[in-house]
């Protein structure tokens, strides 16, 4: 049994995947299954950010780029999306390797209060790993109503090498439009996008890998205690 996960969630995760697989909407499922585990709002976000049906997973799953070949493309990166991962897993954060292959953090607060240290040492470990992947050409995309925007711009430009930073109104709609290798965590993106490179969960895996909980292992654990159950 995962310590960090208690039966509840698990056996929420089994029921969630299993009603979007029905073809049951996202928010029904949702709502059902908080309701009938009574769920916290993190462990609600678990589910929301981290299952999926199996046709939305095998849709992302085919997108997915080889470490080795990103060097053939050109990469954009959901700058906020991937920065907040590795802040998370930098302050101690438990983050989550989703369904989908894909890892994700739970933070809600998004980027307030973020450490200036922990800013930079996440975007120290990102640079380090671009330089070893050599993307043909780095944009970097910022929303720039987030509070402090054009200054995280900058640090971004001081520590990359030749990356292109853009603030957007509409940070979504700036990464799918340049029809580029993505890097984000956004289900709606990446579900937009034709390919899909994880730099967050590359970096994470590589460097934190005892502080990532695997989903896909909770769900199947779920479903064995659930057929010992039935027998």
């Avoid at 671009?130 to 971004?156: A, M």
């Avoid at 899909?196 to 292992?217: C, K, L, P, Q």
């Amino acid at each position: 049994m995962n310590t960090l996960i208690r039966n509840e969630v698990i056996n929420a995760l089994v029921d969630y995947k299993y009603l979007l697989n029905r073809g049951y909407s996202q928010k029904l499922s949702l709502d059902f299954v908080t309701s009938r585990y009574g769920l916290s709002s993190v462990e609600r976000a678990l589910l929301l950010r981290c299952v999926h049906s199996d046709l939305d997973v095998a849709e992302v799953i085919k997108k997915k780029v080889y470490e080795s070949e990103v060097g053939n493309y050109g990469l954009v990166i959901d700058g906020f999306n991937v920065l907040i991962t590795l802040v998370s897993v930098i302050e101690g954060d438990y983050v989550y390797m989703c369904d989908d292959g894909i890892v994700r953090d739970l933070r809600s607060s998004k980027f307030k209060n973020v450490d200036v240290e922990i800013l930079k040492e996440a975007l120290n470990k990102l640079a380090k790993y671009l330089e070893r992947l050599r993307p043909h050409q780095t944009i970097v995309v910022l929303d720039k109503n987030v509070s402090k925007s054009g200054e995280l711009r900058n640090s971004i430009k001081n520590v990359f090498n030749n990356a292109k930073v853009v603030l957007a109104s509409k940070a979504d709609i700036a990464v799918i439009s340049t029809n580029a290798l993505t890097s984000s965590s956004d289900f709606v993106i990446l579900k937009k996008v034709s390919k899909v490179f994880d730099i967050a969960g590359y970096i994470i895996t590589n460097e934190f890998r005892e502080r990532v909980v695997d989903v896909n292992e909770l769900i199947r654990e779920g479903l064995k205690n659930l057929n010992l159950t039935m027998n």
